[in-house]
């Protein structure tokens, strides 16, 4: 069965963006995109909430068509273009290539999903974390850690939920300061 996994980036205090919707204080440089790109690039999908979906479709089909972008930028346009991606919302009636709608996260129809051969699905976005956490579907966590303190903005973890109890599997520092750190859900 694929696993869900969260994969999402934070500020030490816990922040997933600033004030504004700003994310200019994560520290992807070269070695980090070149990990996220090995990671992601062996997934079977991306599950996306609305904004992160128009976010990421904003930049990524076109992203390697720049002379000047570096090459984990070239890779990651590749892998975004070939992902088959799954895009809950209430608003959107379609969505680019390769991606589909849902109105609502269904724990059935998400356990369906998972019994299909592939890769792990990786979630993005913290309002769609919220609600697969809230579900219990989510079976791990990446969380990059940058060493930053924002002071406010919108907490990865701010609704209530489930308690989880995680067990932590690996962890994994980089040159410019970020460090991951993956839990297992303990079920």
């Given at each position: 069965m694929r696993k869900i996994v969260m994969h999402l980036g934070i500020s030490l205090d816990g922040y997933f963006e600033g004030p504004d919707g700003d994310i200019s204080w994560h520290r992807v440089d070269e070695e980090l995109h070149s990990f996220f790109n090995e990671l992601?690039?062996?997934?079977?999908?991306?599950?996306?909430?609305?904004?992160?979906?128009?976010?990421?479709e904003?930049?990524?089909?076109?992203?390697?068509?720049?002379p000047d972008a570096p090459p984990p930028v070239v890779e990651f346009a590749?892998?975004?273009r070939g992902m088959p991606k799954v895009v809950y919302s209430t608003t959107l009636?379609?969505?680019?290539?390769?991606?589909?709608v849902v109105r609502e996260?269904?724990?059935?129809?998400?356990?369906?999903?998972?019994?299909q051969p592939g890769g792990d699905m990786v979630v993005g976005g913290p309002v769609l974390t919220e609600s697969f956490r809230r579900h219990g579907l989510i079976d791990e966590y990446r969380i990059f850690v940058n060493p930053v303190l924002v002071g406010r903005g919108r907490r990865l973890?701010?609704?209530?939920?489930?308690?989880?109890?995680?067990?932590?599997?690996?962890?994994?520092?980089?040159?410019?300061?970020v460090v991951m750190l993956r839990y297992e859900v303990q079920r």
């Open positions: 992601l690039a062996t997934s079977s999908a991306f599950l996306e909430g609305r904004v992160t979906y128009e976010l990421m904003e930049y990524w089909p076109t992203a390697d068509e720049d590749k892998i975004w009636d379609t969505a680019g290539p390769n991606a589909t996260v269904v724990p059935d129809e998400v356990r369906a999903l998972q019994a973890f701010e609704s209530e939920g489930m308690p989880a109890d995680l067990r932590l599997v690996e962890t994994r520092p980089f040159t410019n300061g």
